[in-house]
């Protein structure tokens, strides 16, 4: 189960990655640095969920595994953000040159992500499951797919 939820997080995160990157027309060193950070906390996800998985199973420190897992969560927030950010400020010079109104709303949602998936993460003091059942529903949230071009043109 644990893998399992694992690859499907990564999974969704993969796809999101690429949505953002379809708005991407060119790199620099400390963008695709950004990236790479981004893509270390990516690769660190089966950690925390084996950890959450093992503490779940035997009902050792529940909530401290829980909270483990959400920081885990919301620091990919946090870069995936930093991403956009810095690939949109300047007058996106890093972007597309044109996006449509309905994909910029979208990109402008990511930053959405980190107070969620800290919010979601602090309901592991009140029961990890709850904690658990949100990081579930805004993973399906993330895994619906967005209706309209990617770009205008």
Do not use: C, K
């Not at 950004?34 to 893509?39: E, K, P, S």
């Not at 660190?44 to 998985?53: D, E």
């Not at 309901?123 to 309209?148: E, K």
């Amino acid at each position: 189960v644990g893998y399992l939820v694992s690859f499907l997080t990564i999974g969704i995160m993969w796809v999101q990655h690429h949505r953002l990157f379809t708005l991407i027309r060119r790199s620099n060193s400390t963008f695709a640095m950004i990236n790479v950070i981004f893509l270390m906390f990516i690769a660190f996800v089966p950690f925390p969920t084996a950890v959450l998985a093992q503490r779940l199973g035997n009902g050792v420190d529940a909530v401290g595994a829980t909270i483990f897992y959400g920081a885990t969560m919301t620091a990919i927030a946090v870069m995936f953000n930093a991403i956009w950010r810095y690939g949109s400020a300047r007058g996106g010079h890093l972007l597309v040159t044109t996006i449509s109104a309905s994909r910029r709303a979208e990109a402008r949602g990511y930053r959405y992500g980190v107070p969620i998936y800290a919010f979601i993460t602090l309901l592991a003091f009140l029961n990890p499951y709850l904690s658990l059942a949100g990081f579930g529903l805004f993973a399906a949230y993330w895994a619906l797919p967005f209706s309209g071009p990617t770009t205008d043109g």
